[in-house]
């Protein structure tokens, strides 16, 4: 079974310093990846998906195979970076989904 | 804020009981997944719907089923409620763009309390 692991419940960076949110899964196929933020008293939103390979918001995530994972990386925390993140995992077969999400690493920037 | 809402926000039902949650997509949205949420908890997949079809399931009992309209709004019915059915349930819509660019937009949840 797919499994989505994050391994800190907390995070704690000072203004400024990189922040880098850790993602392993486990599925034996070609997974979609997808990171999830929740801002305090704001509604879940989709901030990355893999495919994209885009920059938002000055996070970036690259899918490593090798290593299963799936990394949320900044160089420099902003204050306004504080919120809930969920990795999440989508495994598409005969055309049915299935999604998994992790437990969530709650980031908090220290001004 | 996004053209996604739920209904009701709030619900306290006895164990045993039925209920309805009922969630109203984006504009243009043909896609709707549902997902439960509990206390501490990351988001778990109940099911998604692609007009009207489901087309995605997690590890639910067959107690929880769905329905998609005509419209893209959705409904999640739970019958035989149990004590652990006590969580935030979330819906979401979702619609690929251009370039596969997919947009999804939550809604705000219903909180359902089993007693």
């Known amino acids: 079974a797919q499994r989505v692991t994050q391994p800190e419940k907390l995070l704690s960076v000072f203004k400024g310093a990189p922040v880098e949110l850790k993602c392993n899964y486990s599925y034996s196929g070609s997974p979609e990846l997808f990171w999830y933020v929740q801002y305090s008293r704001q509604r879940l939103q989709l901030l990355l998906r893999?495919?994209s390979r885009e920059s938002i918001k000055g996070f970036t995530a690259d899918l490593n195979k090798g290593e299963t994972s799936f990394h949320l990386k900044k160089p420099f925390a902003q204050e306004e970076d504080s919120a809930m993140y969920y990795c999440a995992l989508r495994i598409i077969s005969g055309g049915y989904q299935k999604v998994t999400f992790g437990i969530g690493t709650k980031l908090q920037v220290i001004p | 804020e996004t053209g996604v809402t739920q209904s009701p926000t709030h619900l306290i039902k006895t164990r045993g009981q039925q209920v309805t949650l009922r969630c109203s997509s984006q504009?243009?949205?043909?896609?709707v997944s549902w997902y439960q949420q509990a206390l501490g908890q990351g988001p778990q997949f109940i099911f998604q719907?692609?007009?009207?079809?489901?087309?995605g399931r997690g590890n639910f009992p067959p107690r929880f089923s769905g329905l998609q309209f005509p419209n893209y709004s959705s409904e999640l019915n739970v019958n035989a409620l149990e004590l652990d059915d006590s969580a935030l349930y979330l819906c979401a819509s979702s619609s690929e763009g251009l370039a596969g660019k997919e947009t999804q937009y939550f809604g705000p949840g219903t909180r359902l309390l089993v007693l």
């Open positions: 504009s243009g949205h043909n896609t």
């Open positions: 893999h495919i």
């Open positions: 719907y692609y007009r009207e079809e489901e087309n």
